[in-house]
């Protein structure tokens, strides 16, 4: 396939010698009102599904785990102990001073008057008093399927908690975090798109200076979002896919910023043509086969990039791959037929009041920015590569820092959410795994030697079998042979600490002679997360290289071109985490990365940094082949940098919405690709590459060969002389 995209971008267009095709003139205008109509149709029937992937999403994080990790196996033995599964809502009491009898028992008594109340589940426990007196403790069992409902139910529960006299009530704990997480996500449909949608629009008005352009473009990436939404609604209510908050919100953006991208660079190419010739039918036709190949390889390195994830072990890195994948396609889909018929449609008007003009006549053309770019480029080749390369490895050597170990409970939510805070009143009080305890299972016949085992461990403040009440204390409940053994931890469930005591509590319960324990929990899930985080990158990030390199190999028909752009858009990558290690830490004062940030960089930057290398470079093959190498490299970068370079800003801003959803997750990888596809558009893309082209010569295409002086020398010559002279 890559080979028809190849041979389409081969064949010439208005500005070669062969004379343009274009199809009959009856049909010139048939085709554009088709499209039109089959868009439009499109739009009405899909365009509200954008707003109804929330409900077949899953906020539910004990679904996205590592499916062969021990917490999993643990999480899956639990089932058998609860004879129907719960989700625990931890209430928190404090006082000004002590906590008395009387407010112990009207804890007691509020907590009782739960059970059977709407959206809970077994019996509430007592409520329990801390060692230093100030506060008080106790468990409400809520049904895990309460969804939307969630919020009510906790309303009740705070409300029950507020009786006790003389106290302040704060609920933490997994119900608790799963409701603010829904909350944080409640603006995804609709907050999340408008900001997206109006930064791209204004955008688009300061570029182009048009009324109906950014229309038309905006148009055309909300149908390709709400074709790909239908997609994916009805692959997540059949179970093929999996969809949760964030890639809801990680799709939006990406199909708005893609399909944005490629329309520029469409339209840019239209205008181009159309102010040539004049002719409408001839400058679409024109446009579509000198960008289909530049847009379809560089579609195809992000999708490819995405479906990658399928190899990881985490499932909503699994998610994130046919998920974006079709969104890509969608947005290639816009661009190739929704906007080209569109722009024939309306010809000049689409670029209103501003009128189309050719593109700069030789590389020293005209007076642009990109003029003196290119010819920075060409008169200082190594100048400008051993300053770019400079400054983007004192960027990278600040990389290390940046530790992908997890984001802390109290740092996964940009403001102070209800359950962050409660969480930190109940670790002020109570060993820092209150309610969030290390779960073990293990054979009932060593059932007291493993409880032995974990107490003794460094970092346990304590281990009991869980009896048929479903909490610690009693005989314990056995099942199948096997027992629940709770761990309290004496570090925060989220904690480094935690993560290290839970490392020697499997060391030491898996010492136990025929325990086959196993050990879990929250603090398991999320060592678990992070380790099996690290396995992925190290197996997708080279498959990601190689699918790129190939598709690049087969596009520009070069081996040393290829590899220099990859390591270009590599060295990118990692001078981008060096800045966001230095602002994570000393601006937003995050002290952890989620696990899943690195990749999901390193797939949207490597992939979105070729797409600009591809747009670039597939018309500077195309210049050179009529100008010769070094006038190709000069003339394709004043022809393609404003429309690259807008359509980076495009894609920053769209992915700087995600700024939007208060969750770290989000803001982490916001930054990171927003930073690094500026970094890439105006410093490696701009100066570094061509810089390099222009440097090597000829070498860089081999095999290929490219004839050395220009067919037509006159008019190089001239645009060389307009260069000395500006």
Known sequence: MIEVFVGMQRQSNSLGEEPMRTPPRPIRWVVPAVLLLVWLAVGGAFGPYAGKLGEVSTNDQAAFLPRSAESTQVLRAQQAFDEKETIPAIVVWTANGPVTDAQRDAATRALAGLRGAPGTLGTPSPALRSDD??????????RPDLGDELPTVLDGVRSAAKTVPGTKAQISGPAATQADLS????????????????????????VYRSVLLPLV????????????????????KNDIVRVDGQVQGILSILVIGAATDYALLLASRFREEIAGNGDRFAAGWAAVRGSFGAIVASGATVALGLLALLLSNLTNNRALGPVGAIGIACAILSALTFLPAALVVFGRVAFWPAKPRPAGEGAGGGRGIWTRVARLVDLHPR??????????????AFAPGLRAHGVP???TFINDAPSVAAQRTLSKHFPGGSGQPAVIIADAAQAKAVVDAAARTEGVAGAAPVGASGRPGGPPKVVDGRV??????????????????????????????????????????????????AHDRNLIIPVVLAIILVILVLLLRSLPLPVLLIATVALNYVATLGVAALVFRHVFGFTGLDASVPLYGFVFLVALGVDYNIFLMSRVREETRRWGVREGVLR???????????????????????????????????????????????????????????????????????????????????????????
């Open 409 to 411: 409970l109290d740092e």
């Open 133 to 142: 007196g100030l506060a008080l403790e106790g468990v409400v069992p809520l």
């Open 183 to 206: 909350d944080a996500f409640a603006g995804i449909d609709g907050i999340l798109l408008g900001v997206a949608l109006v930064a791209v629009l204004v955008i688009l008005l300061l």
């Open 636 to 726: 394709g970068l004043t022809a393609t940098g404003g429309v690259i370079t807008s359509a980076g800003v495009v894609l920053a801003a769209t992915f700087a919405a995600l700024v939007v959803i208060p969750l770290s997750f989000l803001a982490q990888i916001a930054f990171i690709v927003a930073f690094g596809v500026l970094l890439d558009t105006l410093v490696v893309r701009s100066l570094l590459v061509p810089a390099l082209v222009r440097m090597i010569g000829p070498k860089v295409w081999w095999p290929t060969r490219f004839a050395q002086a220009p067919r037509d020398p006159g008019a190089v010559e001239t645009g060389r002389s307009a260069a000395r002279d500006g």
């Open 484 to 533: 629940r053994i709770d761990a309290t931890l004496k570090a925060s469930a989220d904690s480094d600490a935690a993560k290290s005591t839970l490392k020697r509590l499997r060391a030491a319960v898996h010492a136990v002679p025929g325990a086959d324990a196993l050990v879990g929990g929250y603090t398991a899930q999320q060592y678990d997360t992070q380790q099996t985080a």
């Open 383 to 396: 100048r400008v590569v051993a300053g770019t390369a400079i400054a983007l490895v004192a960027c990278a």
């Open 217 to 236: 473009i905006i148009l055309g990436s909300v149908f390709a979002l709400g074709l790909a939404c239908a997609v994916v609604y009805v692959l997540a």
